[in-house]
């Protein structure tokens, strides 16, 4: 992800909005085979979730945590943001526990895809709520 973009709030929002769009759409296509038993193709739709989650929103979080990144700039700026970067760090970790669980969940023989979906809408609601976050705390118009 280029650097720049991340440190305006309408192309850094874009991005964020762009890549919750596509991760809900997986999870409507997630339900409605679960709804089907389908379960091959749900197996197949979770891998393909995972992997969307972790090249779309989880690279973009390493990129914001790398060094010289979003997150170092905004401290060395101001001071006062550190306890807010931690916490916003937070929200990315929980993100990559979830998928770790996802990863260990899908590789089971019986695999709960109830509780793939629960994973998969908590991803969802805890980046939307992390995206609007960073994006009022780091980013000014
Ligand atoms: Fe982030
Ligand atoms: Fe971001």
Do not use: W
Not at 8 to 13: D, E
Not at 55 to 71: C, F, K, P, V
Not at 88 to 93: A, Q, V, Y
């Amino acid at each position: 992800m280029a650097g720049p973009a991340l440190r305006q709030l309408h192309a850094h929002r874009a991005i964020h909005d762009a890549s919750l769009g596509g991760a809900e759409d997986h999870v409507a296509d997630m339900k409605i085979l679960l709804n089907k038993l389908e379960h091959k193709e749900l197996a197949e739709e979770m891998q393909s979730f995972i992997e969307y989650v972790e090249q779309r929103i989880l690279t973009h979080a390493d990129s914001e945590e790398e060094d010289n990144g979003l997150y170092e700039e905004a401290v060395n700026k101001n001071p006062d943001l550190h306890d807010k970067v931690q916490h916003l760090t937070r929200d990315h970790d929980l993100m990559r526990i979830m998928i770790e669980r996802m990863k260990e969940e899908l590789a089971k023989d019986e695999v709960d895809f109830q509780k793939l979906i629960d994973y998969s809408v908590s991803i969802i609601i805890v980046d939307e709520i992390h995206s609007r976050d960073e994006e009022s705390v780091l980013l000014a118009e």
